[in-house]
């Protein structure tokens, strides 16, 4: 179309991937500057109104052309998309990668979504304590303050009027929505009301078989080797010199900590640039036998995953790498840095299969924390917090493994098309009586 993406408008229509500092930073909070994430926010929500209309005309020119029986809006194109959609008057479905309970917080009964789930762009855990409650609610009240009342979601609202958009942001929800698609599943999810229409697809990945020996000798030869750990943050994150030496200090400690050590398999972009850090850090034979640094994984990251000898995974607590972490089966270890991250991380440690292992340092790395957890979801022994960790994902791996969100998807879609709607199997949630 045209047109920059998301992440570069919000940094000004420059790279992003070029001013990590955009991105990072700590959780909502009250605290001084505490709010100052939803400004953030609000750019990428709403955008500049220049790039809001091009995006909204020239969704506008596609429905028009190719005349839809459906059109699926993902869920960073949904304003504009949406609005799209109501001025041609056609049908449309949301699809969404992340959580439920994200786009239905303000639709629990009795005002639960102020009280009683932690707001979104935070790092509270669930349930929040009863001391935390009255802290939850304002600062849930603030974070809809701040995005609601800025001064890009005004902008934005005038230039739609002047352009002859129908209706406001606010007042447009996705009531008229014929269905809206999760790459998730209940069991992952707190317990809550989903929004009316809501279809748990569960992860919508491709499936891919584990990695091959012969496609991808090298990585397959030393993943052989030994229990080994995957580090992988992103590919918007950036790192600095103090990133590199608190996960080689970890490393380092952790190996020493644990009989028998571990491998370490890490995707560290622009590598070159922290070659002295990390040959200071492994400098025994044995650490750089065991440590495989590579600027890009060529295998897709579901196949190296699967590899038997692969024991925990590392990342930045994105969706995609919950998901195919919950695939496989592997507990995880989160280092959250920005927006969603900080809900995402703390629900993984609420399900019992993942540590958040930054938590109240963010965005930076401790390397203490990390340590102590590498070192706590490599312990094997009965009864201990990672052989906990392994059964519970382990369990949710066969619930996983038993959905196919890609099918379920497409066939939602299709029936919608069709307008079959009884077919459909919405969500009836089934809440606990407390």
Known sequence: MGTHNH??????????????NFLKSKPASLAVGGLELCERISSLIYKSPTEYLTRYQAI???????????????????????DACNTEGYKYIVLSPGTSIDHAALH??????????????????????????????ILSIAIIYRIVSSGSRKSLEAARKEAGVPGSLLATSDKGAEAFLLASMAEMEYPHLPMPKTVYCGPIIRHVPPISPI????????????RTVVLNLGTLFTYNDRDVKAIVSAMGAARRSIKGGFQLLWKLPHASNFSSIIEDGFGSEKDREETLVREWL?????????????????????????????????PQIHLAFWFDLFTLA???EWAGIGIYANKGKEPEIDHTMLKNAIVKVLDDSPGSEGA??????????????????????SDVILKAAMSRYSEILFYEPCLPAK
Not at 7 to 20: F, K, M, Y
């Open 7 to 20: 992440l570069e408008i919000g940094n000004n229509g420059e790279r992003i991937q070029d001013h990590t």
């Open 60 to 82: 506008r020119r596609v429905i028009s052309e190719v005349k839809p029986d459906m059109v699926i809006l993902d869920i960073l194109f949904r304003n504009m998309g949406r």
């Open 108 to 137: 629990q009964p009795r005002g639960a979504g102020l009280w009683k789930f932690p707001p979104l762009f935070t790092n509270i855990t669930y349930p929040v304590p009863w001391h935390l409650i009255p802290y939850n609610i």
């Open 215 to 226: 496609e991808y000798p090298e990585i397959h030869r030393f993943l052989d080797q030994k």
């Open 298 to 330: 060529d295998p897709p990251a579901l196949a190296i995953l699967q590899h038997p000898n692969v024991a925990c995974l590392i990342s930045h607590a994105g969706a995609n790498s919950l998901i195919e972490a919950a695939y496989v089966g592997l």
């Open 346 to 348: 703390a629900r993984s």
């Open 388 to 409: 906990c960790m392994r059964q519970k994902a382990g369990d949710l791996a066969k619930k996983v493994r038993a959905t196919d969100g890609t099918r379920t998807a």
